[in-house]
């Protein structure tokens, strides 16, 4: 008698066409349960593959149908078969659960710095040779991230910085900028050329105070 009442309710229904929004009121355990029901044709051993109750498979499934008002799969004794209507189902429906999966690791790289983009800015007066191995090991670190290095002063690159048109900047110097946080990458000496006869030719050390009033090139 049940499956005559059934069998009746899906001819009626199966003649309304579904309307757009209701797709977002299928909740997504019943297009995963879907999807397992068509991998093994087979509401047992689907719902073993999924560890939930046959019952629940077939409750929602069913459910499914009604909502959708289309025969999904046609039973047997000997199991399930995809209907013509179904098969489309499944196709699309597949297509779209790929889709949110990749959708859910990529937001989730992305949170993690994985994947994704990194502005960088550069100061010209950093040594190529130490920018080249942080960037090459960043690279191999996180492949997933797409690099954009842009050169500039460090005032252009400070402004860039703050202007949220760069991710991150490197500059020679200790910068003030108390709404950025800073973090001191490396240290290196610097030296100075001298002519034999300057006064502090002979200085193991010189200090920026000891070279003031001299006349410095600038850097082009």
Known sequence: MRRRQHSALMTERRSRVPTSSLGSRIPLTSLIQTLAVAEYLNF????????????????????????LGILLFERNTRG???TEAGRLFVERVS?????????????GMAALGE???????????????????????????????????????????????????LDIAFVVGTPDTPDCRSRRMWTEPLVVALPDSHLIAEQEHVTWADLAGETLPRPP
Request: aromatic share 4%.
């Open 44 to 67: 047992r051993h689907a719902a073993n593959a999924l560890g939930v109750s046959q019952s629940s498979v077939s409750a929602r499934i069913k459910a499914l149908e009604e909502d």
């Open 115 to 165: 994947c994704g983009r990194l502005r960088m800015g550069v100061h010209g007066l950093i040594p190529h040779s130490f920018l080249a191995k942080l960037i090459g090991r960043y690279r191999t670190t996180y492949p997933g991230v797409e690099l954009e290095v842009a050169e500039s002063t460090a005032r252009e690159a400070l402004m860039q910085l703050r202007a949220d048109q």
């Open 95 to 107: 297509a779209g659960v790929e889709h949110l999966e990749y959708a859910v690791k990529s937001a």
């Open 80 to 82: 399930v078969r995809l």
